[in-house]
């Protein structure tokens, strides 16, 4: 939606409720506005529903104009700037009263605190959590990455053309246009990764992008270097690397977050800022480059020796060990090897052997677009990088694909072991200038030795993808895979209860979270929900014999209400699923339920979340009838099959029709209750 239509909303519902003026407050949830009225004599009914953009109002003890999910973030964000009220804040009381609140969602900012408060206790290993953390640094930059990447990429292959005589000078300029174009990213990587990392963390973005470029050394001359703490040589621009980044800047965020806490407010804009750059620049400087640099001077020797050992050992130890060390930073220790063996030789030995780390990296990539091929957000990042990395620019691989994914990374480094091994087993394949890798080398390499460097690649390219497709698969990556889903047809095939419903082929399905029967929407005591305002619904009259709350997609948990009458969660394709237990039952203030799952926390479909006591919600007079809530999709379905019969907790409710597969009509964890068309 444009911002002119979102102004347009705003403007509109303030005209039809008295004007700024009248509303005392402004909060927002997933689809509803909620205005506070003074004066409720000046609020015109009639124009609201009638303002285009806003699909129902309902006057309760707030005012709530629904305009949509998505939507509503961008309404209520405009009219705060005349209203005066910061939905961003974490939450004041002169903001939000959650004991007046009697809507059926959750207030999605305060979902966004509970999550925030919580994330330290989510239920991941601290290697996960790392790697979540560098997927979300990386991934906004993934379409630079691909495009600086591809233009570099053909810069390579033009570059060393020319290098090699096949191509005129004249060539020249354009070669130094389309590098300029691709060092606005890769030159300056460190900025960039510097400021999404102060965003991951919580500090300011502007910050990180300081101590980002802190590495770069900028100022510093060959002739007065600053020296390395431990053992007194110079340092240079990029030790520690990208990950040394990330780390400085993560410290810079416990100590902005806790000098926030202890300066005044009045200095805290000039002292915080300047107390922060000071120490982590420093610390940056002095520590965590010199920790990069010992370990870079250590590894010269252990680098020597494995060529001095030579063969198919040599080089898969430095294929499978070369991504590491970009990582770290550590690969600049190579640039005097290889130079000087040019020197001497008339070409380096060592180049050939370290660009199979690109082309493990890519077969990774293959047998993930292969094995992952219902992932789309996944396939769609492979679909970028690829090319990138035949061409071998191999951050947009190893930043957006293999490293947030944990085990692709280490079988990638895996095949770029057995491509070096392929290359240093054959022997005297050498590059006579230093390139960029991948497919763009192949104009640098030795004469008569082009055949082998080309078999390395493609021992690079099967060993990668082989070593992935088998082993390095992360079971959170997979979605629709075509092993399981043969076996689950085969299995379907020769046990098919009678009792089963039969659905149509869906592979994204939303499973009902309570025992009961489903009723029609009509019958919902809420005319919003009535109307599917919110998304594709669907109710069920619960059981009231089993209080148990089930969990309706495989995906993650979002948020859960303060008076946990409602959770909502995030499928694996991306779809916002809401289950709201009973109606009006926020009044309960968290009376007869217990959620037992919090943000973050990753579920399936079947898993018990908790439970709630029925009795509870009659005795207050409500209606327990329970919603589950498509609220960002039309593409799911109701099987009406299913509502001619009681359903049981965690029987199919709705399909979603893009992704044909066979799938369980009945999924209760460890109950063989499944059936097929």
């Not at 922060?276 to 250590?298: D, E, K, N, Q, R």
């Not at 088998?470 to 095939?493: M, R, S, T, Y």
């Not at 109606?583 to 339920?593: A, C, E, R, S």
Request: aromatic letters at 6%.
């Amino acid at each position: 939606m444009t911002d002119a239509k979102v102004k347009q909303i705003a403007q509109a519902i303030y005209a039809n409720v008295g004007g700024p003026g009248n509303v005392a407050k402004l909060i927002h949830c997933m689809t509803r506005v909620r205005m506070t009225i003074k004066d409720p004599s000046l609020v015109n009914m009639a124009g609201l529903k009638q303002i285009d953009g806003v699909m129902g109002v309902v006057d309760d003890d707030t005012l709530q104009v629904i305009v949509g999910p998505g939507t509503v973030n961008k309404v209520a964000e405009e009219m705060v700037r005349e209203v005066g009220v910061k939905l961003g804040d974490p939450f004041p009381e002169t903001v939000m009263d959650t004991s007046k609140m009697t809507d059926k969602e959750i207030v999605e900012a305060k979902a966004a605190q509970v999550k925030a408060a919580q994330k330290a206790k989510q239920k991941q290993t601290p290697v996960k959590r790392v790697l979540k953390s560098i997927s979300n640094i990386f991934i906004p930059l993934i379409p630079a990455f691909v495009g600086a990447g591809l233009i570099g990429g053909i810069a390579a292959v033009l570059s060393n053309l020319l290098v090699a005589g096949d191509i005129s000078k004249s060539w020249t300029d354009l070669i130094l246009v389309l590098n300029i174009i691709k060092n606005g990213v890769f030159a300056y990587l460190s900025v960039y990764v510097g400021i999404n990392s102060a965003t991951e963390f919580g500090a300011t973005p502007g910050l990180g992008g300081v101590i980002g470029a802190v590495t770069l050394l900028n100022g510093m001359t060959p002739e007065a270097p600053l020296h390395n703490i431990f053992n007194g040589q110079p340092m240079s621009a990029g030790q520690g690397g990208i990950i040394g980044v990330i780390f400085a800047v993560w410290v810079l965020s416990l100590v902005e977050k806790q000098l926030h806490r202890w300066v005044p407010d009045s200095i805290d804009i000039i002292v915080t800022p300047t107390i922060t750059l000071l120490v982590i620049g420093i610390f940056t400087i002095f520590l965590v480059m010199p920790v990069a640099g010992v370990i870079s001077s250590s590894l010269v020797g252990a680098i020597n020796w494995i060529l001095n050992i030579g063969g198919a050992f040599s080089g898969f130890a430095l294929g499978a060990l070369f991504l590491p060390m970009v990582m770290f930073g550590l690969h600049q220790i190579l640039t005097p090897i290889h130079i000087e063996m040019i020197n001497k030789t008339g070409a380096t030995p060592l180049l050939p052997i370290l660009a199979m780390a690109g082309a493990g990296q890519v077969g990774a990539a293959f047998a993930l677009w292969i094995k992952c091929r219902r992932n789309r957000q996944l396939t769609n990042l492979i679909k970028g990088a690829l090319p990138v990395g035949i061409l071998g620019i191999g951050e947009p691989l190893i930043y957006g694909v293999t490293l947030p994914l944990g085990r692709p990374f280490i079988t990638a480094c895996i095949g770029g072991g057995i491509g070096g091994a392929v290359v240093g087993g054959l022997g005297h394949v050498g590059a006579i200038a230093i390139g960029p890798s991948g497919v763009a080398l192949i104009p640098l390499i030795t004469n008569g030795h082009i055949y082998a460097y080309v078999l390395g690649l493609l021992a690079g390219y099967a060993g990668g993808f082989v070593a992935t497709y088998f082993f390095g698969i992360p079971k959170d990556a997979l979605i629709g895979d075509a092993e399981v889903n043969a076996e689950v047809q085969n299995e379907v095939q020769n046990d098919v209860p009678s009792s089963a419903t039969a659905v149509r082929s869906g592979s994204a399905t939303v499973t009902t979270p309570v025992s009961g029967k489903i009723v029609e929407l009509d019958q919902v005591p809420d005319p919003m929900m009535a109307q599917e305002v919110m998304g594709k619904s669907v109710a069920v009259m619960p059981d009231e014999t089993d209080p148990q709350i089930y969990a309706p997609v495989d995906g993650k948990v979002t948020m859960v209400a303060d008076t946990k009458h409602a959770v909502g969660f995030q499928d694996e394709i991306g779809e916002e699923v809401l289950v709201h237990i009973g109606v009006d039952t926020v009044k309960l203030n968290g009376n007869g339920f217990e959620i037992n799952v919090q943000a973050g926390d990753q579920v399936h479909q079947g898993d018990v979340i908790g439970k709630v006591d029925w009795s509870v919600i009659r005795e207050a007079q409500l209606a327990p009838v329970t919603l589950t809530i498509i609220t960002n999709s039309g593409d799911y379905q109701v099987d009406k099959k299913i509502g001619q019969t009681d359903v049981q907790a965690t029987s199919i409710l709705m399909e979603n029709q893009r992704y044909p597969l066979i799938h369980y009509a009945s999924v209760r964890r460890g109950v063989d209750e499944k059936c097929c068309i």
